[in-house]
T-cell receptor, first 116, second 113 residues
Framework: GAVVSQHPSRVICKSGTSVKIECRSL??????MFWYRQFPKKSLMLMAT?????????EQGVEKDKFLINHASLTLSTLTVTSAHPEDSSFYIC????????????FGAGTRLSVL | GESVGLHLPTLSVQEGDNSIINCAYS??????FIWYKQESGKGPQFIID?????DKRQGQRVTVLLNKTVKHLSLQIAATQPGDSAVYFC????????????FGTGTKLQVIP
């Protein structure tokens, strides 16, 4: 099946710093990538939809200046958590949808962010 | 708003038995449904999907049933194995265009050896 690589798998940072998370589709092209946030024992909450070459579409309540998304190519999207605070600590997961495929999203392994 | 939910938050099953995980959805416009499996500390893994023009679809040891009349779908796992222990999410979307996927709350499946 299609493989999505997410890096880093875990990051610990100090409050006020910025953290970048990368999401790559390894063996397929993805015009659309998605970024989710997941709290412990909860479901995935869609943060934004990232379209290659255009601005991301953010869900209601998600600060676009806080969570910067860049989708510069058909295989790479990045999420930058700017000026991170402890409340930003969470599990962030990306997914990618293949260009010609139906709505199957292939997920990365997730990034555990801990802000001290 | 529209939502996708699950009846049982936790399901314990004896190894070798069949498992049935249920899901209710409320968005009548949804016509595409997916089941994902998420192991602890990992991203969701695609299991099986079904379109609204079908009421049943089978995969390897898994079957998804869709009842559009009552907006309900289920995931059946045959001969459940310890490796099946995980959280299972149903998700709904629409086939046309780049529709986002909405996830349900999840059911934790515990397989008892």
């Amino acid at each position: 099946g299609a493989v999505v690589s997410q890096h880093p798998s875990r990051v610990i940072c100090k409050s006020g710093t910025s953290v970048k998370i990368e999401c790559r589709s390894l063996d397929f092209q993805a015009t659309t990538m998605f970024w989710y946030r997941q709290f412990p024992k909860k479901s995935l909450m869609l943060m934004a939809t990232s379209n290659e070459g255009s601005k991301a579409t953010y869900e209601q309540g998600v600060e676009k200046d806080k969570f910067l998304i860049n989708h510069a190519s058909l295989t790479l999207s990045t999420l930058t958590v700017t000026s991170a605070h402890p409340e930003d600590s969470s599990f962030y997961i990306c997914s990618a949808r293949e260009v010609e495929a139906k709505n199957i999203q292939y997920f990365g392994a997730g990034t555990r962010l801990s802000v001290l | 708003g529209e939502s996708v939910g699950l009846h049982l938050p936790t399901l314990s099953v004896q190894e070798g038995d069949n498992s049935i995980i249920n899901c209710a959805y409320s968005n009548s416009a949804s016509d595409y449904f997916i089941w994902y499996k998420q192991e602890s500390g990992k991203g969701p893994q695609f299991i099986i999907d079904i379109r609204s023009n079908m009421d049943k679809r089978q995969g390897q040891r898994v079957t998804v049933l869709l009842n559009k009349t009552v907006k309900h779908l289920s995931l059946q796992i045959a001969a459940t194995q310890p490796g099946d222990s995980a959280v299972y999410f149903c998700a709904e979307s629409q086939v046309g265009g780049y529709q986002k996927v909405t996830f349900g709350t999840g059911t934790k499946l515990q397989v008892i050896p």
